[in-house]
């Protein structure tokens, strides 16, 4: 059974810095497609990075222009982690953030083409 749990999240002030991982169990991150959405209130939930990972080795990723050089997502093969480490964050960045798992290696963010979901963490960053 594949299982994808988030953790990391926290309460925060403007400025500072989170790392939410992503562990999964079941499932092996290799040639797949991992990627991090979030959904704040009221709104509708959005791609916020993506990693993608050819041959085991080389690695594509893309962002939301939105947390572009503030955000980084990286990917432990020997832990079967993937990370999002969040800097500089601000009260926009709150919201339940989720990741995804997909063999599809399409460009982008959007949420077509994961198979995985898991259950969300909450982030709240206050000013």
């Known amino acids: 059974q594949v299982q994808l749990v988030e953790s990391g999240g926290g309460s925060v002030q403007t400025g500072e810095s989170l790392r939410l991982s992503c562990a999964a169990s079941?499932?092996?991150?290799?040639?797949?497609?991992v990627a991090w959405f979030r959904q704040a209130p009221g709104k509708e939930r959005e791609g916020v990075a993506r990693?993608?990972?050819?041959?085991?080795?080389?690695?594509?990723?893309y962002y939301a222009d939105s947390v572009k050089g503030r955000f980084t997502i990286s990917r432990d093969n020997a832990e079967n982690t993937v990370y999002l480490q969040m800097n500089s964050l601000k009260p926009a960045d709150t919201a339940m953030y989720y990741c995804?798992?997909?063999?599809?290696?399409?460009?982008?963010?959007?949420?077509?083409?994961?198979?995985?979901w898991g259950q969300g963490t909450q982030v709240t960053v206050s000013s």
């Open positions: 079941g499932y092996t991150y290799s040639s797949k497609s």
């Open positions: 995804a798992a997909g063999v599809s290696l399409t460009a982008g963010l959007r949420e077509t083409g994961f198979d995985y």
């Open positions: 990693i993608n990972t050819y041959g085991g080795l080389r690695h594509f990723t």
